[in-house]
T-cell receptor
């Protein structure tokens, strides 16, 4: 157990639907990062939150949004889902001044 | 922006040594990471370099040359369980986010 918890582990949904992925960072970590990994692709940075505030944004689609709550857990919302959104979605966390990034076990999203 | 290049695939024999190269171009560099990822699993941290030189950690070593925008991961005494993807990632200076290369899939054969 890395200390970063992602739920659910698997999600199957239909095109056009909306889903929410959840991430609880390692205890004490303030930063949360979301990544998307499509089949046989590298990790694509989506968005970063630090202590509740958005800090950096990658190539995140307008259909996707995220937030970090006061208890530091984060949610990634994906709407109007398309087949191409099928991927592994990873969350990672890191603390102040720390160089270690810890990844959760990911959520495998399948859009049918 | 960031651009990170590494070979797509490599093969090696059990017990051998393999070197995986990574070149990068970045607008703001604050360290280079190597991660190991088995298929369908989370990336796990292998090494971190922020200054030039070699960092050794058991069977794994990582080298960095900031002036050349170049790093390599050296794996010694290869084992079958080392078959995985190896991801090179650069940390961006202002935000601390990690930008990943596409990864190198290593297959170790008996």
């Amino acid at each position: 157990d890395s200390g970063v918890t992602q739920t659910p582990k698997h999600l199957i949904t239909a095109t056009g639907q909306r889903v929410t992925l959840r991430c609880s960072p390692r205890s004490g970590d303030l930063s949360v990062y979301w990544y998307q990994q499509s089949l046989d692709q590298g990790l694509q940075f989506l968005i970063q939150y630090y202590n509740g505030e958005e800090r950096a944004k990658g190539n995140i689609l307008e259909r996707f949004s995220a937030q970090q709550f006061p208890d530091l857990h984060s949610e990634l919302n994906l709407s109007s889902l398309e087949l191409g959104d099928s991927a592994l979605y990873f969350c990672a966390s890191t603390g102040d001044g720390a160089y270690g990034y810890t990844f959760g076990s990911g959520t495998r999203l399948t859009v049918v | 922006g960031q651009n990170i290049d590494q070979p797509t695939e490599m093969t090696a024999t059990e017990g051998a040594i393999v070197q995986i190269n990574c070149t990068y171009q970045t607008s703001g560099f604050n360290g280079l990471f190597w991660y190991q990822q088995h298929a369908g699993e989370a990336p796990t941290f292998l090494s971190y370099n922020v200054l030039d030189g070699l960092e050794e950690k058991g069977r794994f070593s990582s080298f960095l040359s900031r002036s050349k925008g170049y790093s390599y991961l050296l794996l010694k005494e290869l084992q079958m369980k080392d078959s995985a993807s190896y991801l090179c990632a650069v940390r961006e200076y202002n935000t601390d986010k990690l930008i990943f290369g596409t990864g190198t899939r290593l297959q170790v054969f008996p």
